[in-house]
């Protein structure tokens, strides 16, 4: 998987991010939207709400509830259809979305109310879970919800005894082991950190590192994304009120 010089198999540097795309307010239906493409993996995220929370018995007087459904679609991955039916993982993988976005969304400024986020994996090829976390958040944004802070997520992992940044498919089927982490970056608080498979503790703290350098670069991105929407939004009242 790494050559000599530490050169990956699609030849980025350990250190390197695959190139990320970043589109915001995609879906004309929904209260916010956003698409991301990471290499290969291609993710869109619609959230809907807040609105009044049904059955109201369900409601929290105090806060509102916030929804993650992560789906990957059926075409989304190579080796076989998926099945359309929300398997374990897309279960798990939902709940652990929405504890990371949870942290960062001020959500007792909306109590009895439910923040839907629909996440659908277009193609999967590595990192979805944390590509969904860094597009959910700018659809967040995008959706007027206030926020602390946008999340922001990277994956790194071990390859061939090499710590290394924004692990691909390849790489997530052939490494060692592999970590997902989350976090606000402007509070530095982590909202998510999962681990799978083996680590010493020395690699663990460069994997950490790592993974801050990578948050850093792609925060910037989402940043850059919600500017150029908020840009075009007012080019376009701009243009109304010269008619």
């Known amino acids: 998987m790494l050559d000599k010089e530490f050169i990956r198999h699609d030849g980025r540097r350990f250190d390197e991010l695959r190139p990320i ?10 209260n916010g939207s956003a698409y991301i493409e990471q290499g290969l993996t291609k993710i869109v995220v619609a959230v809907y709400g807040p609105r009044e929370t049904y059955p109201k018995v369900t409601a929290s007087p105090n806060e509102a509830i916030l929804r993650a459904r992560y789906h ?7 080796e076989e259809r998926k099945s359309p039916s ?11 979305i929405r504890d990371a976005l949870s942290a960062a969304v001020i ?21 979805t879970r944390v590509a969904s976390i860094n597009a959910a958040a700018l659809a967040l944004a995008d959706a007027g919800i206030p926020m602390r802070d946008l999340v922001t997520a990277v994956s790194v992992g071990k390859v061939n005894g090499k710590i290394v940044l924004d692990i691909d498919d390849t790489e997530d089927k052939n490494g060692e082991a592999d970590i997902p982490i989350a976090m606000m970056p402007r509070l530095k608080k982590i909202t998510l950190l999962q681990m799978d498979g083996l680590m010493t503790q020395e690699e663990f703290m460069e994997a950490l ?9 792609i925060y910037e991105l989402q940043k850059n994304a919600l500017k150029k929407e908020l ?13």
């Open 231 to 243: 840009e075009e939004i007012l080019k376009k009242y701009e243009g109304a009120e010269g008619e």
């Open 21 to 30: 795309k970043f589109e915001v307010g995609i879906l004309k239906n929904a």
């Open 209 to 217: 590192f790592l993974a801050e350098k990578g948050i850093i670069q």
């Open 107 to 127: 959500l007792e400024k909306f109590p009895r109310t439910t923040i839907d986020v629909y996440i659908e994996v277009l193609n999967a090829y590595g990192s």
């Open 72 to 78: 990957m679609a059926p075409f989304s991955v190579t």
């Open 86 to 96: 929300p398997s374990r993982r897309e279960i798990e993988i939902s709940k652990v």
